[in-house]
């Protein structure tokens, strides 16, 4: 297993969750992390990302909001998500994402984890 997302469940519009994805090292350690999420009949969106070296993007929808952060010797990445929105229920996943690419392109990465739910209640 190389990607293993976990922190999500159920809130209320306005609470805050955790995520965390732990990365097998031959991932983490050259890659730009992001965090993505999908809703079923949706195309996968990239939420956030975070360069090796702590420099972060944000989707627009989730500026001021969410808090993308990665610990190197722990090879994980971390989503700290506040004033969760019902718009924000999606199952969410990490994975590399090649930085500026638009549509996101994850490189030669195509091992996606299981993901994490995140429902948030109105």
């Known amino acids: 297993v190389q990607l293993v997302e976990s922190g999500g469940g159920l809130v209320q519009a306005g609470g805050s969750l955790r995520l965390s994805c732990a990365a097998s090292g031959s991932i983490f350690s050259v890659n730009v992390m992001g965090w993505y999420r999908q809703v079923p009949g949706n195309e996968r969106e990239l939420v956030a990302a975070?360069?090796?070296?702590?420099?972060?993007h944000y989707a627009d929808s989730v500026k001021g909001r969410f808090t993308i952060s990665r610990d190197n010797d722990k090879n994980t990445v971390y989503l700290q998500m506040n004033s969760l929105k019902s718009e924000d229920t999606a199952r969410y996943y990490c994975a590399p994402w090649l930085w500026g690419s638009n549509p996101p392109d994850q490189g030669a990465f195509d091992h996606w984890g299981q993901g994490t739910q995140v429902t948030v209640s109105s």
């Open positions: 975070v360069s090796s070296g702590g420099s972060a």
